[in-house]
């Protein structure tokens, strides 16, 4: 367990769900982790899996569908590079002009790293942020998705640090 932090919880999974407004429309969805700031409470993130939809097969044209989670809202899918990131993840379809026939590819984020990390991020505000953006499709897409962590207490100085750094990185 991080140092100035004390569980409070067993490992909880959050199941989540973001679904385009449109097709090949950007759309984020904010999950409540009903977090006491007042109890210095926090979620220590251990695991993330993301499972975006199957790009549509249209002849000619590149298909994908891209997802993010993220511990602050977004204004367009971010990847790994972004400070806030804690996962991303595609799958795409690529074809020639022309071609009716595709290639698909899927590209992950490790779920979970392959180490003995602790933990893969703290999210300190009450909230986490899923994207997702489909490109070249005929239908809306989606990502599910379940996040695995537990709370956890911190002290008012840990607390007051996690929560600057996650806002102030956004």
Do not use: W
């Not at 897409?141 to 007051?160: E, N, P, S």
Request: proline residues 4%; aromatic residues 6%.
């Amino acid at each position: 367990m991080p140092t100035g932090l004390k569980a409070t919880s067993s490992v909880v999974p959050i199941g989540f769900l973001a679904t385009e407004t449109g097709a090949n429309t950007f759309t984020q969805t904010s999950v409540d982790l009903n977090l006491s700031p007042l109890d210095r409470e926090v979620f220590v993130v251990l695991a993330i899996n993301l499972d975006p939809s199957t790009p549509d097969s249209v002849a000619g044209t590149t298909s994908s569908v891209v997802s993010s989670l993220t511990t602050t809202s977004q204004t367009a899918i971010v990847g790994l590079d972004s400070a806030n990131c804690l996962a991303a993840s595609a799958n795409v379809i690529r074809q020639n002009a022309g071609s009716i026939d595709g290639t698909s590819f899927q590209t992950l984020g490790m779920e979970t790293p392959p180490s003995n990390l602790e933990y893969i991020g703290i999210i300190a505000t009450n909230d986490f942020f899923v994207q997702v953006l489909g490109v070249g499709n005929t239908n809306a897409k989606q990502v599910a998705g379940k996040l695995y962590g537990y709370r956890a207490r911190a002290t008012a100085d840990i607390f007051a640090a996690l929560v600057q750094s996650e806002v102030l990185s956004a």
